[in-house]
């Protein structure tokens, strides 16, 4: 019976997985999302690009990539559960269950998670892997010690998926000291994935080169925007309700406190001078809400709350306002319409491309793309003016196509 | 199996990686070791990338030396992405395919 209605949960989680997903595909592939569908290398380090990549032979590449990481976000509520279980972590609140409803709330109406879910970026993967790193702080002592070069091995994914992933090592060095292991150990554990990390990031200058050309792009806004954005993205990560709880319970319940949880207070504080140096870009949001989600428990698991179902209805109302309005986008970019009628017009040769643009026309392209220069006129299949050509070409041989957004011209 | 072998095993699995990250290092070094190549090797792949109309993201350094550089250029596309080896010369920033 039990087993029943968790199956059944757990269709209508990926119900609401499907649809998200479903939401994102509305816009298209976004240029970052390019990025990593085809392997294109940079910024980030190669695991999870590199898995995408070997699917690039599927007509349905986007989409399955969009289901399985809204599938992965959505459906991790489970070890939100199963963290907040009172069995576990010996919680003074008994684990009520409207205690522990409000806490998967809290991951599941984040503007966050719902505008993000079906997402091909990094930033949601990452969110995943912190809630790993959670949860595994809270699973018997018997069972993490067993098995610390999981431990490591998780570690390693997590960073060769996404540099910020490297601010976790307060989480995992709790982890692996909780499991028993020795501070040399832990920092064995810890510091060589790092190095090889490091190691891995010499081997791809271009990489490099963009991180030094950006690493200060985020403070060039000024001090008050910068504030403005952090702020911002503190909301979204957890719709302003869990935002709030989950500070005060990360902060409140910290080392000066008794029940005080310094690796998670510190994994917080990494994450916030990080994201409020960055360019702020509103996908960090979502790297807010695990830490939100360990902050609520924090709370919850203090004490009995008899407050919990006005703070959810506080939830689901600003989660509805916030996601209106960070919507991702329902509209394609040009990309997509533009190289379809270019595919049917049925030439052969490079495709030029005037302005500047995005890894998007690279994915849905099949044929090489190149920046446009005249002298290239004569190989090429199509040109694409997404500023007037300059110099322009000798257009006699060549046929505008209509109906597109873009000034963009086939062979005849 | 026991917290030792594990670390062993652990150790072992990142060994390898590290391994192959130091040689391709050892292939580029020049680029960190030498700022005049640094900058010569940056210049000849901005000159090189605007007069072939390639994309910067598309080409992947893998040996430096004085006085050239060898790039893998891969056109990321859907699908098959065609790869195409050359050198570049630093003091003229010709193009060739390599040997």
Sequence with gaps: MRLKKEWAIAGALELLAVTLANWQALGGVRTDEAKYLLNIPYPHPPFIRSLMSMTEQFAFQEFLWRLLLASLMIQAVWLVWDMTNPERSGAKSKGHLEDRIMVCAGWLLSSAVLTQAGSITMAPILAVQTLVFLWMRTRPVDDASRRPALVGLWWLTTIFTSYPGVLLFPLVWDVLRRGGRSRQEAALYIFVPVALLALYTLTNPIAIAIMVVHHNEGMGTGLAAQAMGFGRLWLIGGSAVASVVGTWGIVACSPSSRSGDRPLLLAFLFMCVFVFFSITPRYYAILFTPLFAGGLWKVFHARRHPHVFPLLACLISTSAIFTWFVQPARVPGPARETMQAIDAAKASGSILIFGTFGHEWQYESRQEIRRYRPEFAKDAAAIVCLNPCEPMFDTSGWRRLPDLSVEAWARK | ?99
């Design chain 2, 1 to 99: 199996m026991n917290h030792h072998s594990q670390y062993r095993l652990f150790l072992f699995i990142l060994f390898i990686p590290g391994m192959i990250f130091l040689f391709r290092i050892w292939k580029i070094f020049p680029l960190f070791a030498n700022a005049h190549t640094r900058e010569a090797a940056k210049t000849a792949m901005t000159t090189v990338a605007a007069r072939e109309g390639w994309l910067l993201s598309d080409m992947l350094v893998t040996d430096v030396a004085d006085d050239r550089i060898r790039l893998i250029h891969r056109e990321h596309l859907r699908g098959n992405d065609p790869e195409t080896c050359h050198t570049i010369t630093l003091t003229d920033f010709s193009l060739h395919p390599c040997d």
